[in-house]
């Protein structure tokens, strides 16, 4: 058994290459350029591609490319460059192809800063792209998870046939932490039933996203969102000391890190907390979400304006029953809530002394 | 419908579940004998199996109804890149970009033109009309000066619409291509010229010699708004005053051919290397967790210094994290790192109250030192003026870490001084030896550091025997 202390940014690349991917495409930004310079070392190390695009949208556009040759391939970029590969994003879902996307979220909107953030959950979970499309998001909170749940989501992208999107922030990628590196690596998925190779049994192969004919165009929104139906098996989520908890902190990535340590502090005081992370934003654990909530007052705690609460709720309230209410314990621009305030607030949602 | 035999087009096109054998072009459009043009030179250089034809959005969005190769559809003005992925992944396919010049020349002009400076290995076929065809005769960057099209319906005023676009003299600026040759399609002396170019360009493709570009003058008569004949003529007049014909570059005898990369190790063999293994951490719930934070200013080592802590601690099978600042904030002016070392799995990497902290400068000590638990302990250089108290029950230990390390020649070492602190007084309850090791660990690459090192060690620790442990 292997172990490195790394970067969550480095970690990924591990994964990725575990994974088997063949190609890495990206332009630069913080916080998520040691991705792009990890795999400049790395992929070339091992016989693989690695390509500095001239912007992302050509970096997505390469990705639906060496998707339509059935390659596995990947890019990272945080929220501007995020904002520019939307059009690549939608044209990969509506072509069925697969693909990795890992975007380490800084603080916006615009320029922003460097920061982390989770400013970008709509984007990655709802889509920022046209058409009516999703795209499996899954969200690590350690440099181990950084490296699982990139394998993980080329998994899913490859059972799936549409683009996967690691969803993670400033903080997870710039962190050094213990990383036990995988097993083994994933077998190569079968592509040549729909890639196009470049040899005669792919030469029938198209690739595309146009259907001309309105009903064949909604015969294949149809297809997808059935697509999107299956793949709700995949959900994946975690709990943290839930089972007699009277307030339940909501959080993923980092923020289910800090609202962790802040379930200690207040258990340490006498309060029962816990804490429920979903690891997979979509599809989104709402069953297992409601189990941990049944019955016990729940708090958000994100990076963000509350766009991860508001998502857990329209969840909720997709069933009457299970509806509730849900606090809020943010910050944004790019300050990271402290352990400190995600107590006071649990205090005081709770009117707990 | 009778079947006929064709090689390289399918013998009755697709088109949206209809069949047919009408293409779905104009007549007198210049796309359809292109197509016929592509696909002869693919027939007969044998390559059918190993293209792939990368069709853009423009009137030949639909090239996969008539192209029997591997097809794939680009997004508008992308296919450079995405041509650019599939030569890069299957390096045995031919790949070819077949481009509008709105397509190729507006929204795409940086792909196709980074493509080109690379050198990718594909044809690239540009179709110059001088008009948008697909939306309905919109200006392009190639329509002419004084040309009327739904956008400049008063002419081309290339004082606010600027100039035509000479694409091949553009990139016959770049290093990188092959083969750069313009071509039309509007008589039959053109058509064999261009037939010859196109060929050229999958020949390069088929030899592996990397990028060809082909733009070919073709005439539009339905935007024009003229008849096949006329279309035909403007293109030999007009166009051709505005882009002369030729070969700009033919580079193939030159050319080296792209040879596969072999030999590599798989990532396994890659990553698992046989240095010095740390088991990954056990829990144990009888370790305190401890929290430190490393401050001072960029360029002193701080947040190397974190990392040893962390790996000694990683030694002792703990679980562990470093978190830097990191950004601007860390370029010149200040940097920090939090370390949290703990018998149990770690929730919050960010240390907002330190048990330790590590100040080598002033801005730092006096944002920090409030931070410290009661029962904590700072270590702060002894060029920090201390005008702010610390907390009730924070020890503050003097280290001259700056001073030191200048006294002994090696002024960057002045965290060295201060691991030799930490490990001294015994603050982080590891080990001397793990730390030791760590920190000779992060010499790897200069190892004549590590003996300079260990004798800065040895002085440091010297110096806090005689004036701190007294
Ligand atoms: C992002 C985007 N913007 C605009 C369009 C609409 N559009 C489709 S084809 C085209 C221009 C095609 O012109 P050209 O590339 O010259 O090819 P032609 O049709 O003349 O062969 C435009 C603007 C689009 N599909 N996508």
Redesign the pocket.
Known sequence: MTTKFIKGNEAVIIGALYAGCDAYFGYPITPASEIAHAAAKWFPSVGREFLQAECETASLNMLYGAAAAGALAMTATSGPGMSLMQ?AISYMAGANLPGVIVTVMRAGPGLGNVYPEQGDYNQAVKGGGHGNYQCICLAPNSAQEMCDLTMKAFELSFKYLTPAIVLCDGLLGQMMETLTLPEREMPRPETSSWAVHGNAETRPNLITSIFLDAPAQEEHNIQLQAKYERMKVEVASEEYLTEDADLVLLGYGISSRIARTAAEVLRSQGYKVGVFRPISLNPFPIDAMAKALEGRRAMAIELSSGQFRDDALMHLSRDAKRYQEIGLCNHMGGIVVSVDEVVAAAKKYMNWA | MKTIQTVGMYPVFNRSGKETRATHYCAGCG?GIIHKLITEAMVDLGIQDRTIIVN??????FGYYYWDCGNVGA???RASAVGTAINRVKKDAVVISY??????A??GFNHTFQAANRGEHMAVFF?N?A?????GG?M?PTSLVGMKTKTSPFGRDPLTMGYPTHVCEIFNQLKAPVFIARVSVADTKRIMQAKAAIRKALEIQRDKKGYAFVELISP?PT?LGVNALKAAQFCIDQMEKEYPLGTFRDETANAEVRQPVKGKPSPKEFFEDDSHQVPPAVIDPAAKELRLKFTGFGGQGILSLGICVAEAAREERRFTSWYPSYGPEQRGGSAQCSVVISGSPIGSPAVDHPDVLVCMNQPSYERYIGDVVPGGVAIVDSTVPLEVAPPEGVTVHRMPAIDLSLQLGVPKAANTMMLAALMKLGVTGLQREHLLNALYASFKKKPELVEKNRVLVQEAEKWIEENLLK
């Open positions: 059009e | 796309h853009p959005i423009g009137c030949s969005v997004a508008h003005g481009q509008g010049d709105g397509d190729l507006a929204i179709v009309n008009i948008y065809g697909m939306t919109q392009a539009c935007n």
